[in-house]
């Protein structure tokens, strides 16, 4: 017995000094360069490996004039069609030279280019990417080839019932802002794009500049040497001046509707609620995912009766998108019975009320948070991921410095705040509901 105290012990001292140090065990050296560049390292022990991201601050959100949506998603593709300097198929040949890869990828509020290979070909990394960065060159032929890709890849995507809805959801929670069209854009400013060469020029003159752009370098490279390279290639490089003008959101005002019709799909069912931007000054977004894991994960009340008892569902879950605007809290489930529809929607809201009526345990709380954590720690075990991880924080805040504070603030979540967010977001009229079944209407109450 008393050994078994001891080792209980040992276990809540390991748990208690865990949680007392920073999630990101390694140093973070950020700075940013008089033109507004922003550089970071964080130096990691992977002896000849380095991860090189550089993350633009530019997504499918900045895209305001109507008719001109995708345009952040096209420059994903439109970034490797190469320069005088280097075209594509030499800017390839040297990119091999470097052990590495390059790709890229697009959200509603970023865009992320990423390679991660040879730390003694640092230098070659770096005059690559400032190349293409500064000096992107494209004919109006390259344009309409690259522009016929991205709606190729378009009808690719829209082919998943997924995606489909997805789209619906985005354009009817969102009237005003420009969160109501997804990353891909509208379906007919992607057919109009090729007509578009001359805006794509502009697009590119905005927002690939300087101080839109963080440069991220982890593994084994050292933060003196990251900034002088950065000094040496991107020092030149002229900012811009333009600003993205955004219309807020204005406040729902009752329940909105979605509904898909596809025979022989299993259906699905979402909640969709307005959620906060991500901030880490403001608990409300760590109170919300601590929720989603206390009554929404593999060992909550609600998939144990749906899933594991009932089996009325194949998977539940929920979480709130990480945007820098106000964006959606969802909860999500694949039905075997489209009969059952109704039943998991209350089943759903029913927890959701026990959650804004009730404090949850505080031991719930610790647990969730401790399932948080680890699950983050145990995955930036390699540059790449841990450059991932930063880029995630840095697009949104603008702060590396920002997954240590977010993490910190999950262990400050109270029984009591996870009570307020639930009150506070989880109301009629922040909501809207999205199904698909082969019903050609299917009416939730």
């Known amino acids: 017995m008393q050994k078994f105290i001891i080792t209980l012990l040992l276990i809540a001292v390991s748990a208690s000094s865990i949680a007392a140090e920073k999630i990101l065990p390694y140093p973070i050296h950020q700075t940013k360069l008089d033109n507004g560049l922003g550089v970071i390292t964080v130096p990691f022990d992977s ?51 470097t052990g ?56 690719k995507n829209s082919a998943s019932p997924y995606a489909q809805l997805d789209e619906k959801i985005s354009e009817t929670a969102f009237t005003k802002h420009t969160y109501g069209h997804t990353t891909m854009g509208y379906f007919k400013d992607i057919v109009d794009m090729p007509n578009q060469y001359a805006y794509s020029i502009e697009f590119f003159n905005r927002f690939y500049r300087p101080e839109y ?138 927890t959701l009320n026990s959650a804004a009526q009730n404090p949850a345990e505080k031991s719930a709380v610790e647990r969730a948070v401790m399932t948080l954590r680890n699950n983050y720690a145990m995955g930036i075990d390699n540059p790449s991921a841990i450059a991932e991880s930063i880029s995630h924080y840095v697009w949104l805040t603008g702060e590396a410095e920002a997954v240590n504070k977010n993490y910190e603030n999950y262990n400050k979540i109270t029984p009591e705040e996870i009570q307020a967010v639930a009150k506070k977001y989880f109301t009629d009229n922040n909501l809207t509901i999205a199904t698909i079944s082969g019903a050609e209407k299917l009416t939730i109450k």
């Open 100 to 155: 590495a890869s390059a790709n890229a990828n697009t959200s509603d509020d970023r865009t992320l280019y990423h390679m991660t290979g040879d730390a003694s070909k640092l230098e070659t990394m770096f005059e690559l990417e400032s190349d293409r960065f500064q000096f992107l060159k494209y004919s109006e032929a390259d344009f309409k080839t690259e522009a016929g890709a991205v709606k190729g890849e378009y009808t």
């Open 213 to 350: 752009c963080t440069i991220i370098v982890v593994g084994d490279a050292t933060p003196e040497r990251v900034l002088q390279l950065s000094k040496q290639y991107f020092g030149n490089w002229k900012p811009g001046n333009f600003q993205s003008s955004i219309t807020p959101e204005p406040p729902q005002n009752g329940t909105r509707y979605v509904h898909l019709q596809k025979a022989k799909f299993p259906p699905y069912i979402s909640l969709n609620y307005k959620g906060p931007s991500f901030s880490v000054d403001v608990m409300d977004m760590p109170a919300l995912d601590v929720l989603s894991t206390i009554y929404f994960g593999e060992t909550s009340t609600i998939y144990n009766k749906l899933v594991l008892e009932e089996q009325k569902v194949r998977d539940i879950g929920a979480g709130a998108y990480d945007t820098r605007d106000p964006g959606l809290y969802f909860i999500s489930a694949s039905l075997v019975n489209a009969d059952d529809m109704q039943y998991v929607k209350d089943e759903i809201v029913a």
């Open 47 to 97: 002896p000849g490996i380095v991860a090189f991201y550089i993350v633009v601050r530019v997504g499918s959100r900045d895209e305001v004039e109507v008719g001109k949506t995708g345009f952040a998603h096209f420059f994903e593709h439109m970034m490797f069609r190469g320069t005088e300097k280097y075209p594509k198929d030499k800017y390839g040949s040297v990119l091999k030279s």
